[in-house]
Protein backbone atom coordinates (compact mmCIF):
# COMPACT_ATOMS: atom_id res chain seq x y z
CA UNK A 1 0.00 0.00 0.00
CA UNK A 2 1.34 3.17 -1.23
CA UNK A 3 1.21 5.73 2.35
CA UNK A 4 1.53 9.31 2.00
CA UNK A 5 5.04 10.52 3.68
CA UNK A 6 3.41 13.44 5.23
CA UNK A 7 0.18 11.98 7.07
CA UNK A 8 0.08 8.38 6.68
CA UNK A 9 -3.01 8.65 4.16
CA UNK A 10 -3.43 6.78 0.80
CA UNK A 11 -2.17 8.14 -2.05
CA UNK A 12 -3.77 8.20 -5.39
CA UNK A 13 -2.33 8.61 -8.78
CA UNK A 14 -3.84 11.46 -10.78
CA UNK A 15 -3.39 11.09 -14.67
CA UNK A 16 -3.43 15.21 -15.00
CA UNK A 17 -1.00 15.97 -12.93
CA UNK A 18 1.42 12.95 -13.13
CA UNK A 19 1.77 13.08 -9.70
CA UNK A 20 0.75 10.64 -6.13
CA UNK A 21 -1.80 13.53 -4.84
CA UNK A 22 -2.73 12.81 -0.81
CA UNK A 23 -6.93 13.76 -0.44
CA UNK A 24 -6.57 14.26 3.19
CA UNK A 25 -3.29 17.35 3.12
CA UNK A 26 -3.37 18.14 0.02
CA UNK A 27 0.76 16.71 -0.62
CA UNK A 28 1.75 16.17 -4.44
CA UNK A 29 4.62 13.48 -4.93
CA UNK A 30 6.91 12.14 -7.94
CA UNK A 31 6.51 8.94 -8.45
CA UNK A 32 9.63 8.38 -9.44
CA UNK A 33 11.23 9.75 -6.33
CA UNK A 34 9.16 7.58 -3.68
CA UNK A 35 9.81 4.90 -6.13
CA UNK A 36 13.92 5.59 -5.66
CA UNK A 37 13.11 6.04 -1.57
CA UNK A 38 11.39 2.63 -1.44
CA UNK A 39 14.06 0.36 -3.46
CA UNK A 40 16.80 0.64 -0.92
CA UNK A 41 14.75 -2.27 0.53
CA UNK A 42 14.75 -4.22 -2.26
CA UNK A 43 16.59 -5.69 -5.54
CA UNK A 44 15.39 -3.84 -9.24
CA UNK A 45 14.69 -7.10 -10.70
CA UNK A 46 12.50 -9.69 -10.03
CA UNK A 47 10.68 -7.53 -7.46
CA UNK A 48 7.45 -8.79 -5.45
CA UNK A 49 4.73 -6.85 -3.98
CA UNK A 50 1.84 -7.47 -1.95
CA UNK A 51 -1.70 -6.25 -3.87
CA UNK A 52 -5.10 -6.95 -2.59
CA UNK A 53 -6.91 -9.62 -5.01
CA UNK A 54 -10.90 -9.26 -5.72
CA UNK A 55 -12.62 -11.95 -6.84
CA UNK A 56 -16.08 -11.78 -8.58
CA UNK A 57 -18.44 -14.21 -7.39
CA UNK A 58 -20.31 -14.29 -10.58
CA UNK A 59 -17.81 -14.59 -13.47
CA UNK A 60 -14.51 -15.66 -11.89
CA UNK A 61 -12.87 -11.98 -12.81
CA UNK A 62 -10.21 -10.97 -10.43
CA UNK A 63 -8.59 -7.59 -10.50
CA UNK A 64 -5.59 -6.28 -8.36
CA UNK A 65 -5.55 -3.11 -6.10
CA UNK A 66 -2.10 -1.89 -4.46
CA UNK A 67 -3.62 0.35 -2.64
CA UNK A 68 -7.28 0.40 -0.16
CA UNK A 69 -9.47 1.11 -2.94
CA UNK A 70 -12.70 -1.40 -2.39
CA UNK A 71 -14.54 -2.65 -5.27
CA UNK A 72 -18.33 -2.70 -4.96
CA UNK A 73 -18.67 -4.16 -8.74
CA UNK A 74 -17.12 -6.05 -11.30
CA UNK A 75 -16.17 -4.56 -14.70
CA UNK A 76 -16.55 -7.94 -16.46
CA UNK A 77 -19.84 -9.17 -16.02
CA UNK A 78 -21.36 -5.73 -14.50
CA UNK A 79 -22.26 -7.37 -11.76
CA UNK A 80 -22.26 -5.65 -7.93
CA UNK A 81 -20.40 -8.99 -6.56
CA UNK A 82 -16.90 -8.09 -6.12
CA UNK A 83 -15.14 -9.34 -3.02
CA UNK A 84 -11.76 -8.77 -1.27
CA UNK A 85 -10.43 -12.53 -1.14
CA UNK A 86 -6.88 -12.23 -0.25
CA UNK A 87 -3.37 -10.42 -0.30
CA UNK A 88 -1.00 -12.47 -2.59
CA UNK A 89 2.45 -11.58 -3.93
CA UNK A 90 2.81 -10.23 -7.10
CA UNK A 91 6.00 -10.69 -9.41
CA UNK A 92 6.23 -6.65 -11.13
CA UNK A 93 6.48 -6.27 -14.81
CA UNK A 94 9.41 -4.65 -16.71
CA UNK A 95 7.36 -1.49 -18.04
CA UNK A 96 4.04 0.68 -17.65
CA UNK A 97 2.54 3.46 -19.31
CA UNK A 98 0.76 5.43 -16.77
CA UNK A 99 -2.68 6.69 -17.29
CA UNK A 100 -2.95 10.38 -19.04
CA UNK A 101 -6.50 10.36 -18.85
CA UNK A 102 -9.00 11.22 -15.84
CA UNK A 103 -11.98 9.32 -15.33
CA UNK A 104 -13.83 12.81 -16.37
CA UNK A 105 -12.11 12.81 -19.75
CA UNK A 106 -12.89 9.50 -20.55
CA UNK A 107 -16.53 9.84 -19.22
CA UNK A 108 -16.68 12.41 -21.70
CA UNK A 109 -15.15 11.01 -24.39
CA UNK A 110 -17.88 7.90 -24.18
CA UNK A 111 -21.07 10.42 -23.71
CA UNK A 112 -19.46 11.92 -27.18
CA UNK A 113 -19.56 9.21 -28.67
CA UNK A 114 -22.76 8.20 -27.65
CA UNK A 115 -24.46 10.97 -28.66
CA UNK A 116 -23.21 10.21 -32.59
CA UNK A 117 -24.96 6.82 -32.27
CA UNK A 118 -28.75 7.39 -32.63
CA UNK A 119 -29.85 4.17 -32.66
CA UNK A 120 -27.52 3.45 -29.41
CA UNK A 121 -30.16 2.20 -26.15
CA UNK A 122 -30.88 4.39 -24.13
CA UNK A 123 -29.98 2.59 -20.83
CA UNK A 124 -26.07 2.56 -22.06
CA UNK A 125 -26.39 6.37 -21.45
CA UNK A 126 -27.59 6.14 -18.27
CA UNK A 127 -25.30 8.36 -15.29
CA UNK A 128 -25.83 5.02 -13.03
CA UNK A 129 -24.01 3.25 -15.65
CA UNK A 130 -21.59 5.83 -16.93
CA UNK A 131 -19.55 5.93 -13.32
CA UNK A 132 -19.19 2.52 -13.40
CA UNK A 133 -16.23 3.15 -15.85
CA UNK A 134 -12.91 1.48 -13.97
CA UNK A 135 -9.50 2.26 -14.93
CA UNK A 136 -7.41 -0.92 -15.39
CA UNK A 137 -3.84 -1.57 -16.18
CA UNK A 138 -3.51 -4.91 -18.88
CA UNK A 139 -0.94 -6.98 -19.16
CA UNK A 140 0.34 -6.43 -22.75
CA UNK A 141 3.80 -8.16 -23.98
CA UNK A 142 5.99 -6.07 -26.03
CA UNK A 143 8.18 -7.64 -28.85
CA UNK A 144 11.07 -5.83 -30.23
CA UNK A 145 12.73 -6.53 -33.89
CA UNK A 146 15.11 -5.64 -35.86
CA UNK A 147 17.35 -5.91 -38.89
CA UNK A 148 20.95 -4.18 -39.60
CA UNK A 149 22.95 -5.00 -42.16
CA UNK A 150 23.15 -5.89 -45.69
CA UNK A 151 19.80 -6.88 -47.60
CA UNK A 152 19.62 -8.21 -50.33
CA UNK A 153 16.96 -8.25 -53.63
CA UNK A 154 16.35 -9.23 -57.15
CA UNK A 155 15.79 -6.95 -59.94
CA UNK A 156 13.99 -6.81 -63.45
CA UNK A 157 14.04 -4.19 -66.26
CA UNK A 158 13.34 -4.24 -69.70
CA UNK A 159 16.02 -4.08 -71.74
CA UNK A 160 15.20 -4.42 -75.64
CA UNK A 161 13.31 -6.96 -78.43
CA UNK A 162 14.42 -8.73 -80.97
CA UNK A 163 11.85 -10.34 -83.05
CA UNK A 164 9.92 -12.78 -80.69
CA UNK A 165 12.52 -12.56 -78.46
CA UNK A 166 11.99 -9.95 -75.50
CA UNK A 167 15.35 -9.20 -73.50
CA UNK A 168 15.50 -7.83 -69.81
CA UNK A 169 18.49 -6.97 -68.13
CA UNK A 170 17.82 -8.80 -64.22
CA UNK A 171 19.99 -6.66 -61.04
CA UNK A 172 20.97 -7.73 -57.44
CA UNK A 173 20.29 -5.09 -55.13
CA UNK A 174 22.48 -5.40 -52.19
CA UNK A 175 21.52 -2.57 -49.70
CA UNK A 176 22.65 -1.73 -45.80
CA UNK A 177 19.38 -1.45 -44.02
CA UNK A 178 18.62 -0.60 -40.36
CA UNK A 179 15.50 -1.32 -38.55
CA UNK A 180 14.00 -1.15 -34.98
CA UNK A 181 10.89 -2.11 -34.06
CA UNK A 182 10.63 -2.38 -30.28
CA UNK A 183 6.56 -1.68 -28.94
CA UNK A 184 4.51 -3.92 -31.11
CA UNK A 185 2.39 -4.87 -28.37
CA UNK A 186 -0.19 -7.38 -27.62
CA UNK A 187 -2.23 -8.19 -25.15
CA UNK A 188 -2.14 -11.13 -22.81
CA UNK A 189 -5.72 -11.18 -21.53
CA UNK A 190 -8.59 -13.66 -22.58
CA UNK A 191 -10.74 -12.30 -21.76
CA UNK A 192 -9.94 -8.55 -23.10
CA UNK A 193 -10.90 -9.44 -26.39
CA UNK A 194 -8.23 -8.47 -29.49
CA UNK A 195 -11.01 -6.76 -31.47
CA UNK A 196 -10.85 -3.99 -28.61
CA UNK A 197 -6.86 -4.11 -27.70
CA UNK A 198 -5.92 -3.81 -31.43
CA UNK A 199 -8.14 -0.73 -32.23
CA UNK A 200 -6.84 0.93 -29.44
CA UNK A 201 -3.18 0.94 -29.94
CA UNK A 202 -0.80 2.38 -27.83
CA UNK A 203 2.39 4.93 -28.07
CA UNK A 204 5.52 2.82 -25.96
CA UNK A 205 7.92 6.05 -26.27
CA UNK A 206 5.99 6.94 -23.28
CA UNK A 207 6.29 3.50 -21.40
CA UNK A 208 8.57 3.95 -18.18
CA UNK A 209 10.03 0.98 -15.76
CA UNK A 210 7.68 -0.06 -13.72
CA UNK A 211 6.65 1.20 -11.07
CA UNK A 212 4.03 0.29 -8.47
CA UNK A 213 3.20 3.74 -7.28
CA UNK A 214 1.53 4.55 -10.78
CA UNK A 215 -0.93 1.90 -9.91
CA UNK A 216 -2.54 4.19 -6.68
CA UNK A 217 -6.12 4.50 -7.48
CA UNK A 218 -6.51 2.14 -9.93
CA UNK A 219 -6.82 -1.69 -10.54
CA UNK A 220 -4.46 -4.49 -12.44
CA UNK A 221 -5.18 -7.29 -13.69
CA UNK A 222 -2.99 -10.54 -14.19
CA UNK A 223 -2.16 -12.20 -17.47
CA UNK A 224 -3.20 -15.46 -18.13
CA UNK A 225 -1.64 -15.89 -21.62
CA UNK A 226 1.97 -17.20 -22.57
CA UNK A 227 3.80 -13.77 -24.21
CA UNK A 228 5.19 -16.00 -26.63
CA UNK A 229 1.87 -16.58 -28.27
CA UNK A 230 1.67 -13.69 -30.53
CA UNK A 231 5.78 -13.46 -31.84
CA UNK A 232 4.49 -14.79 -34.75
CA UNK A 233 1.60 -11.76 -35.32
CA UNK A 234 4.11 -9.28 -34.20
CA UNK A 235 7.06 -10.03 -37.26
CA UNK A 236 4.08 -10.17 -39.86
CA UNK A 237 3.09 -6.48 -39.09
CA UNK A 238 6.48 -5.40 -38.46
CA UNK A 239 7.57 -7.27 -41.63
CA UNK A 240 4.73 -5.37 -43.71
CA UNK A 241 5.73 -2.20 -42.10
CA UNK A 242 9.16 -2.55 -43.12
CA UNK A 243 8.37 -3.98 -46.62
CA UNK A 244 6.14 -0.67 -47.27
CA UNK A 245 8.89 1.64 -46.04
CA UNK A 246 11.65 -0.14 -48.85
CA UNK A 247 8.79 0.25 -51.87
CA UNK A 248 8.68 3.89 -50.86
CA UNK A 249 12.67 4.29 -52.02
CA UNK A 250 13.20 5.27 -55.54
CA UNK A 251 16.68 3.60 -55.32
CA UNK A 252 15.26 0.01 -55.35
CA UNK A 253 12.82 0.67 -58.70
CA UNK A 254 15.57 2.40 -60.50
CA UNK A 255 16.64 -1.51 -60.84
CA UNK A 256 13.29 -2.69 -61.24
CA UNK A 257 13.14 -3.98 -57.47
CA UNK A 258 9.75 -3.21 -57.07
CA UNK A 259 8.91 -5.10 -53.86
CA UNK A 260 11.97 -5.49 -52.15
CA UNK A 261 11.50 -7.21 -48.73
CA UNK A 262 13.21 -8.15 -45.54
CA UNK A 263 13.43 -10.72 -43.22
CA UNK A 264 13.35 -8.96 -39.38
CA UNK A 265 15.37 -10.63 -36.68
CA UNK A 266 13.53 -11.18 -33.02
CA UNK A 267 15.22 -9.75 -30.75
CA UNK A 268 13.65 -10.16 -27.06
CA UNK A 269 9.97 -9.58 -25.28
CA UNK A 270 9.27 -6.91 -22.60
CA UNK A 271 5.67 -7.39 -20.26
CA UNK A 272 4.12 -3.93 -19.53
CA UNK A 273 0.94 -2.89 -17.99
CA UNK A 274 -1.00 -0.36 -20.34
CA UNK A 275 -3.58 1.83 -19.07
CA UNK A 276 -7.64 1.21 -20.19
CA UNK A 277 -10.39 2.49 -18.90
CA UNK A 278 -13.35 -0.53 -18.89
CA UNK A 279 -17.02 -0.55 -18.90
CA UNK A 280 -19.79 -3.58 -19.27
CA UNK A 281 -23.22 -2.65 -19.89
CA UNK A 282 -25.47 -5.71 -19.23
CA UNK A 283 -28.69 -5.21 -21.32
CA UNK A 284 -32.26 -5.49 -19.96
CA UNK A 285 -32.81 -8.73 -20.31
CA UNK A 286 -29.61 -8.91 -17.92
CA UNK A 287 -28.03 -12.13 -20.05
CA UNK A 288 -25.83 -10.05 -22.41
CA UNK A 289 -23.50 -7.48 -21.97
CA UNK A 290 -21.77 -4.67 -24.10
CA UNK A 291 -18.65 -3.31 -23.72
CA UNK A 292 -16.67 -0.09 -24.13
CA UNK A 293 -13.00 0.45 -23.45
CA UNK A 294 -10.91 3.69 -23.58
CA UNK A 295 -7.65 3.81 -24.13
CA UNK A 296 -6.45 5.78 -20.63
CA UNK A 297 -2.96 7.21 -22.89
CA UNK A 298 -4.77 8.25 -25.51
CA UNK A 299 -8.48 8.56 -24.81
CA UNK A 300 -9.52 6.88 -28.19
CA UNK A 301 -12.59 5.35 -28.09
CA UNK A 302 -14.33 1.46 -29.09
CA UNK A 303 -17.52 -0.03 -27.81
CA UNK A 304 -20.14 -2.05 -28.67
CA UNK A 305 -23.12 -0.10 -29.96
CA UNK A 306 -26.38 -1.96 -29.88
CA UNK A 307 -29.39 -0.91 -31.63
CA UNK A 308 -32.83 -0.32 -30.00
CA UNK A 309 -35.56 -1.40 -32.30
CA UNK A 310 -38.07 1.28 -31.39
CA UNK A 311 -35.67 4.13 -32.08
CA UNK A 312 -34.53 2.23 -35.63
CA UNK A 313 -38.22 2.21 -36.55
CA UNK A 314 -38.80 5.84 -36.23
CA UNK A 315 -35.31 6.01 -37.37
CA UNK A 316 -37.24 3.95 -40.99
CA UNK A 317 -39.89 5.87 -41.13
CA UNK A 318 -38.79 8.98 -40.51
CA UNK A 319 -36.04 8.90 -43.34
CA UNK A 320 -38.90 6.66 -45.63
CA UNK A 321 -41.39 9.63 -46.36
CA UNK A 322 -38.41 11.99 -47.56
CA UNK A 323 -37.09 9.54 -49.55
CA UNK A 324 -40.50 8.55 -51.23
CA UNK A 325 -41.49 11.97 -51.76
CA UNK A 326 -38.07 12.53 -53.61
CA UNK A 327 -38.35 9.75 -55.80
CA UNK A 328 -41.82 10.56 -56.64
CA UNK A 329 -40.55 13.93 -57.98
CA UNK A 330 -37.84 12.15 -60.03
CA UNK A 331 -39.61 9.11 -61.27
CA UNK A 332 -43.13 7.67 -61.80
CA UNK A 333 -43.02 4.87 -59.37
CA UNK A 334 -45.12 2.48 -61.67
CA UNK A 335 -45.73 -1.28 -60.20
CA UNK A 336 -42.44 -2.90 -62.40
CA UNK A 337 -40.06 0.09 -60.61
CA UNK A 338 -41.46 -0.82 -57.36
CA UNK A 339 -40.70 -4.47 -57.68
CA UNK A 340 -37.35 -3.72 -58.80
CA UNK A 341 -36.53 -1.48 -56.01
CA UNK A 342 -37.68 -4.36 -53.70
CA UNK A 343 -35.55 -6.80 -55.79
CA UNK A 344 -32.47 -4.58 -55.60
CA UNK A 345 -33.27 -4.00 -51.42
CA UNK A 346 -33.70 -7.65 -50.96
CA UNK A 347 -30.55 -8.52 -52.88
CA UNK A 348 -28.51 -5.77 -50.91
CA UNK A 349 -29.99 -7.08 -47.35
CA UNK A 350 -29.01 -10.72 -49.10
CA UNK A 351 -25.40 -9.63 -49.02
CA UNK A 352 -24.89 -7.69 -45.59
CA UNK A 353 -26.67 -10.74 -43.90
CA UNK A 354 -24.49 -13.20 -45.29
CA UNK A 355 -21.33 -11.08 -44.32
CA UNK A 356 -22.99 -10.41 -40.47
CA UNK A 357 -23.88 -14.54 -40.32
CA UNK A 358 -20.39 -15.10 -41.05
CA UNK A 359 -18.91 -12.54 -38.09
CA UNK A 360 -21.25 -14.17 -36.17
CA UNK A 361 -20.18 -17.25 -36.75
CA UNK A 362 -16.16 -16.76 -36.49
CA UNK A 363 -17.26 -14.40 -33.14
CA UNK A 364 -18.66 -17.91 -31.82
CA UNK A 365 -16.16 -20.14 -32.86
CA UNK A 366 -14.45 -21.96 -29.48
CA UNK A 367 -10.92 -20.37 -31.02
CA UNK A 368 -8.83 -22.40 -28.30
CA UNK A 369 -9.19 -25.76 -30.27
CA UNK A 370 -6.37 -26.65 -32.31
CA UNK A 371 -7.55 -26.50 -36.41
CA UNK A 372 -10.91 -25.26 -35.69
CA UNK A 373 -13.23 -24.54 -38.17
CA UNK A 374 -16.42 -22.84 -39.17
CA UNK A 375 -19.46 -25.31 -39.23
CA UNK A 376 -21.13 -25.42 -42.89
CA UNK A 377 -24.88 -23.82 -42.50
CA UNK A 378 -27.65 -24.32 -45.46
CA UNK A 379 -27.77 -21.38 -47.31
CA UNK A 380 -31.49 -21.39 -47.68
CA UNK A 381 -32.37 -21.85 -44.40
CA UNK A 382 -30.85 -18.31 -43.22
CA UNK A 383 -31.93 -16.51 -46.43
CA UNK A 384 -35.33 -17.65 -47.06
CA UNK A 385 -36.96 -14.54 -46.66
CA UNK A 386 -34.73 -12.28 -49.19
CA UNK A 387 -34.65 -15.07 -51.26
CA UNK A 388 -38.69 -15.61 -51.38
CA UNK A 389 -39.01 -11.33 -52.02
CA UNK A 390 -36.62 -11.65 -54.92
CA UNK A 391 -38.73 -14.88 -56.77
CA UNK A 392 -41.63 -13.16 -55.90
CA UNK A 393 -41.39 -10.08 -57.32
CA UNK A 394 -39.18 -11.80 -60.51
CA UNK A 395 -42.33 -14.18 -60.95
CA UNK A 396 -44.60 -11.24 -61.15
CA UNK A 397 -42.74 -9.01 -63.74
CA UNK A 398 -42.23 -12.08 -65.91
CA UNK A 399 -45.97 -13.17 -65.88
CA UNK A 400 -47.13 -9.76 -65.52
CA UNK A 401 -50.54 -10.45 -64.44
CA UNK A 402 -53.57 -9.07 -65.32
CA UNK A 403 -55.39 -9.01 -62.33
CA UNK A 404 -54.36 -6.58 -59.60
CA UNK A 405 -55.22 -8.25 -56.93
CA UNK A 406 -52.12 -10.53 -57.94
CA UNK A 407 -50.36 -7.84 -59.24
CA UNK A 408 -50.57 -5.75 -55.60
CA UNK A 409 -50.90 -8.44 -53.57
CA UNK A 410 -47.53 -10.40 -54.63
CA UNK A 411 -45.29 -7.09 -54.70
CA UNK A 412 -47.05 -6.58 -50.56
CA UNK A 413 -45.80 -9.68 -49.73
CA UNK A 414 -42.25 -9.22 -51.83
CA UNK A 415 -42.02 -6.01 -49.19
CA UNK A 416 -43.32 -7.76 -46.39
CA UNK A 417 -40.11 -10.31 -46.64
CA UNK A 418 -37.81 -6.99 -47.50
CA UNK A 419 -39.08 -5.62 -44.07
CA UNK A 420 -38.47 -8.86 -42.04
CA UNK A 421 -35.17 -9.46 -43.54
CA UNK A 422 -34.35 -5.77 -42.52
CA UNK A 423 -35.36 -6.51 -38.70
CA UNK A 424 -33.09 -9.69 -38.61
CA UNK A 425 -30.43 -7.96 -39.89
CA UNK A 426 -30.94 -5.88 -36.54
CA UNK A 427 -30.71 -8.60 -35.04
CA UNK A 428 -27.64 -10.11 -36.41
CA UNK A 429 -25.89 -6.93 -35.91
CA UNK A 430 -27.30 -6.89 -32.08
CA UNK A 431 -25.72 -10.22 -31.87
CA UNK A 432 -22.25 -9.20 -33.18
CA UNK A 433 -22.51 -5.99 -30.53
CA UNK A 434 -24.00 -8.04 -27.45
CA UNK A 435 -21.80 -10.91 -25.51
CA UNK A 436 -23.13 -13.72 -23.40
CA UNK A 437 -22.34 -13.04 -19.68
CA UNK A 438 -18.26 -14.13 -19.53
CA UNK A 439 -17.56 -17.08 -17.60
CA UNK A 440 -14.00 -16.52 -16.61
CA UNK A 441 -13.09 -19.38 -14.44
CA UNK A 442 -11.51 -21.46 -17.57
CA UNK A 443 -9.45 -19.03 -19.19
CA UNK A 444 -7.08 -19.58 -22.37
CA UNK A 445 -6.20 -18.34 -25.23
CA UNK A 446 -7.61 -15.60 -27.44
CA UNK A 447 -7.97 -14.82 -31.32
CA UNK A 448 -4.82 -13.92 -32.70
CA UNK A 449 -2.86 -16.93 -33.61
Known sequence: MI??????????????????KCDFCRNEFDPEGLEREAKTAREEKNLITEAKCFKCTSCGAELLSYD?????????????????????????????????????????EYKRTLNKAIFAPSYMKDDIV????????????IYHFGHEGNCTNKGRKYSHRVGDYVYYDVYTVDADVSADYDGISYDLLSKFQDRFSQAIPFDFNEAKPYNTNYIAGF???????????????????????????????????????????????YKDKKIGMFPVYFLGVQDKSGKSISYAVINGQTGKVVMDLPIDYKKYLIGVILLAIPLFLLLNGFLVLTPNIVLIIGIVLAFICLLLSNSQLQKIKEKDIDITEENATLPKRNFFKYNYKQVSSIIIAICI??????????????????????????????????????NKLPQLEKRGGDEIE
Open 68 to 108: ETAITFCSYCGNQSMIESKMIEKNHPEYIIPFKKTQEECIK
Open 397 to 434: LILNPVDDLFYYGGAILSFLFILWSFYDLVTEYNELAK
Open 130 to 141: IQKFRGIYMPYA
Open 219 to 265: YADTLDINADKYVNAADATAEVDANMQLRKDKRFRKYGCSNPSINLT
Open 3 to 20: KCPSCGANLKFNPSLQKL
